[in-house]
């Protein structure tokens, strides 16, 4: 009698414990469906935004890509210069002191 009680209770937690695994199982399945989704989609995205070059540079003109460097460099530049002014307004900003907020220091005899 006994050995018929360890024996049902042993298949009743086999039981348990598969359905547990088949639930973790599943559940993992959709996460990984969802995953696959948004990896195509991300996918797709970063295709649309890679330019796609008419061949390789050995085989076209100098000049054409001498100009396009200069282009990117031009912009490059001119990002750079402006924010090199906006760190010196925002330096400005910083440093400059009205001196009227400090004329209670100054001791008049």
Do not use: C
């Not at 989704?37 to 076209?60: C, T, V």
């Not at 100009?67 to 307004?89: F, G, K, P």
Request: avoid cysteine; hydrophobic fraction near 40%; charge should be positive.
């Amino acid at each position: 009698m006994i050995w018929a009680g360890l024996i049902l209770a042993l298949l009743g937690m086999l039981a348990w414990l598969g359905y547990r695994l088949f639930r973790k199982s599943t559940v993992a399945l959709s996460a990984l469906g969802e995953l696959s989704k948004k990896a195509s989609l991300l996918q797709s995205r970063a295709e649309s935004l890679d330019p796609q070059r008419d061949g390789y540079a050995i085989f076209d003109k100098r000049v054409t890509w001498v100009r396009l460097r200069e282009e990117q460099q031009a912009a490059t530049q001119q990002h750079r210069s402006i924010r090199s002014q906006s760190r010196v307004r925002r330096g400005k900003l910083l440093v400059t002191v009205d001196p009227q907020q400090y004329s209670y220091l100054v001791r008049r005899n």
